[in-house]
């Protein structure tokens, strides 16, 4: 009976801890500077555990928001007036923090929704500054910013427990290295750090997107995280760029199909052949919204040419009378900008739909490099198949399995090889 | 640069004795803006705010007793040590005080330094 009571418990809390957890320890790590970030997640841990405590015998308060954010700052007076913290404190509000006429008034004001809304940005900043590579930024932002732990992350990046251990250890150094604050670049750097934290969120939910993570929670997770962050960088007039908006709109469209993607045994359902009426509505509602948000200004971000292509898909009726001649266009803005081979093979496919596959074939033939690349044989495979060239198509779709190892991609093409005739 | 002392006396909405939430908060505010503005300013060494009560120790006897008892209004509620020019700067910086939004007083007293 108590245990019945105690596992919904979990549920009901195992959400709103995953979201605020984040909040409050970049609101922490604020106050007592980046360096120790491991007593802000101590904190938050205490906190949490004594929620559970605390909340196991009664009921849960109404308002479980303030009451985490009370006790959190609770226990940050109690280290702060202690000075219990390994590493001297070095913030924007340090000062603050000196004496008993500003300690209080200044945490309160700190767990304000405005002022947690800016450490969360700062925080965003912090983790994606240049020191770090593109895999620690990713791998702080879902540490600090989405609360996920070590086994979590492992989990995010199908690595193990220990292998992201030890990343933290040298992000660890490194903030120590090169004394990297939470404080907002200067205003020259300012464009180039959102261009940065940009990637690193569309990096994020592309491995919440991507099918090869297996566990579908994860992948939802990962996705809305990714989309919180952005929508906060929305709200700042210093973060809200016509990319900021283009990248949220792409998000947004991405996530209209989410569920589309996979069928019920989880097998991979291709654009073609997904159930356009099951597509989520509010959701491309919401990224023609940002998209149109996002024309503003000169400048075209490669996250603009992104939504736009995502946009045609979403908004059209049935995959015919999608505007291929525009997603090309658009393609061809993208490869112009970077000799991405990813891109090439995505283009080579569109450019079958506006000019017939034996023309995409021939594109793609052209590509170099990608021989032992399996998204490369399953688009040139598809083309031969579209092209009526079945027997063309079987042969490379068998190159195409032995190049992956996920299931849901080998079952796929497992299909595809029976659907050839000859 | 010397240094100084603000004493602070007395103030009957002081931030932790105020009667009731939402003034002081407001107090509470006006003091953070106040003193993150010195601060800002390079002015600010250090301060406290002190309760109420507490204990005196007296003469080569060092005899302990209850105290201070005081009336409020001469309560010593608080101290800050701040870095000015001369008294008179000191004095002009002192206006921006909350204390005196309570009705509080303000002593500023320059720090003597010990000649060999």
């Known amino acids: 009976m108590e245990d019945s009571g105690n596992s919904e418990l979990y549920k009901t809390v195992d959400h709103l801890f995953r979201q605020e957890s984040g909040k409050m320890v970049s609101v922490l790590i604020r106050l007592f500077g980046f360096p120790n970030i491991e007593q802000a997640e101590d904190i938050v841990q205490d906190t949490l555990l004594k929620a559970l405590e605390v909340w196991k015998w009664g009921k849960i308060p109404d308002n479980p928001q303030a009451w985490l954010y009370s006790a959190a700052k609770n226990k940050a007076i109690d280290v702060l007036r202690r000075q219990k913290l390994k590493h001297k404190?070095?913030?924007?509000?340090s000062y603050l923090l000196k004496s008993e006429y500003t300690l209080v008034p200044a945490l309160n004001e700190m767990f304000t929704e405005n002022e947690m809304k800016d450490s969360q940005l700062r925080m965003m900043f912090a983790c994606c500054h240049p020191s770090f590579t593109q895999e620690a930024q990713v791998t702080l932002i879902l540490k600090t910013l989405c609360g996920l732990g070590s086994k979590e992350i492992a989990a995010a990046f199908l690595s193990n427990e220990e292998t992201i251990q030890k990343r933290f250890y040298r992000?660890?150094?490194?903030?120590?290295?090169?004394?990297?604050?939470?404080?907002y670049p200067g205003a020259d750097a300012m464009i180039q750090r959102s261009d940065a934290v940009l990637k690193t969120l569309y990096l994020l939910f592309n491995e919440g997107y991507s099918s090869s993570q297996p566990e579908k929670l994860i992948r939802e997770d990962l996705c809305e995280e990714a989309m919180r962050l952005c929508i906060l960088l929305t709200e700042n007039p210093k973060t809200n760029l016509p990319q900021t908006n283009a990248l949220l709109a792409l998000m947004c469209y991405q996530v209209s199909r989410f569920n589309t993607r996979?069928?019920?045994k989880g097998l991979i359902v291709l654009l073609k052949d997904q159930d356009r009426r099951q597509w989520n509505l509010s959701a491309i509602a919401k990224g023609n919204e940002y998209l149109d948000k996002s024309a503003f200004g000169e400048a075209f971000h490669d996250f603009h040419a992104e939504a736009?292509?995502?946009?045609?898909?979403a908004n059209a009726e049935t995959y015919e009378k999608t505007d291929w001649k525009l997603i090309l266009d658009m393609y061809n803005a993208l490869l112009s900008r970077h000799n991405n081979p990813m891109v090439a093979v995505n283009r080579a496919v569109v450019l079958g739909e506006v000019e017939g596959y034996d023309k995409a074939i021939a594109e793609l033939e052209k590509l170099s490099g990608l021989s032992e690349n399996f998204y490369y044989n399953a688009s040139l495979a598809e083309m031969y198949m579209r092209a009526g060239k079945h027997g063309k198509a079987r042969m490379i779709y068998g190159k195409a399995l032995s190049l992956t190892a996920s299931i849901a991609e080998i079952e796929l093409i497992r299909r595809k090889i029976n659907a050839c005739t000859t | 640069m010397e240094k100084f002392m603000y004493l602070f006396r007395g103030g009957d909405n002081h931030?932790?004795?105020?009667?009731?939430s939402?003034?002081?908060?407001?107090n509470m505010q006006a003091w953070m803006t106040w003193m993150g503005g010195l601060q800002q300013k390079g002015i600010l060494v250090s301060g406290e705010p002190l309760q109420p009560t507490g204990k005196q120790v007296n003469g080569t006897k060092k005899l302990v007793t209850d105290g201070p008892f005081v009336e409020a209004k001469e309560m010593v509620s608080g101290f800050l040590i701040i870095n000015a020019k001369d008294i008179n700067e000191a004095v002009e910086i002192s206006k921006g005080c909350p204390i005196f939004v309570e009705n509080g007083m303000l002593e500023v007293r320059p720090v003597q330094k010990m000649e060999m």
Not at chain 2, 22 to 26: D, G
């Open chain 1, 171 to 183: 992000i660890k150094e490194k903030i120590k290295e090169e004394n990297i604050s939470l404080d």
């Open chain 2, 15 to 20: 931030a932790y004795n105020a009667k009731d």
């Open chain 2, 22 to 26: 939402e003034s002081a908060k407001k």
């Open chain 1, 262 to 264: 996979l069928d019920d």
């Open chain 1, 89 to 93: 404190i070095d913030s924007d509000i």
């Open chain 1, 308 to 313: 736009v292509i995502a946009s045609q898909h």
